[in-house]
């Protein structure tokens, strides 16, 4: 999977957001938990956009990762890879 990073690309954006509904609120996730349950690679193109901090913290996604706002844990499959590119 390939997603495109721009200057505008934020944590909430590439790990997902709550979506209010009248039926209540869900979670939707951003592509960096969709791969890791996928278990495929995540290409970020333009990675060079980001913010150095996000890079660091990006970089630090390994295995799992936890989301507060939905209280889930995804671990991720033996193919996850999440490349900055």
């Known amino acids: 999977m390939k997603y495109h990073c721009t200057q505008a690309t ?29 278990d495929e690679v995540l290409v970020l193109e333009n990675s060079a956009a980001l913010p150095v901090m996000m890079a660091a913290k990006l970089k630090a996604i390994g295995v799992s990762l936890f989301i507060a706002e939905a209280a889930t844990s995804i671990q991720a499959g033996a193919h996850f890879r999440l490349i900055l590119q």
């Open 10 to 38: 934020d944590l909430e954006e590439l790990i997902g957001h709550e979506l209010s509904a009248a039926s209540g609120s869900t979670f939707a996730y951003g592509p960096v938990p969709q791969a890791m349950l996928n």
